[in-house]
């Protein structure tokens, strides 16, 4: 009987502990469809607007994606804006991943994300995964 409690002891003390770390990491991760999310006091806070400038292969054979990120919400945040490179026929052939870190309400930053590339046939396209 002892055993019992103590197991039940220990899933409850789990669940306060993992259930705050889902919620948390949850709502840290906003999508990229540009509808502002839902919050729990109510609110909403909207999605950031993300255009690639330009996307060219490197002097080193990588690829950059030079790109421009605005923060349409009334708080600072930070983002991860993350490219998959594509050949020709649509395969992807790479991906490229930057960070931009406490952008202020309102404002506009630029980047350039670099990633490398295997395959494909010399031309190539990127396009936004996440952000």
Known sequence: MKKVLRGAGIAVFGAWVLLPLVLVMGGCAPGVSGAPISTSAGSSVSQPVVKILDCKRSVIETAEVEY????????????????????????????????????????????????????????????????
């Open 68 to 131: 421009e990120i605005t923060n349409s919400s009334e708080l600072a945040r930070s983002y991860i804006p993350e490219f998959e490179i594509m050949d020709s026929k649509g395969v992807r052939i790479g991906t490229a991943i930057a960070f931009e870190n406490d952008v202020p309400p309102g404002k506009k930053v630029r980047g350039v994300a670099v990633g490398d590339m295997t395959g494909g046939d010399g031309k190539f396209t990127c396009v936004l995964k996440s952000a």
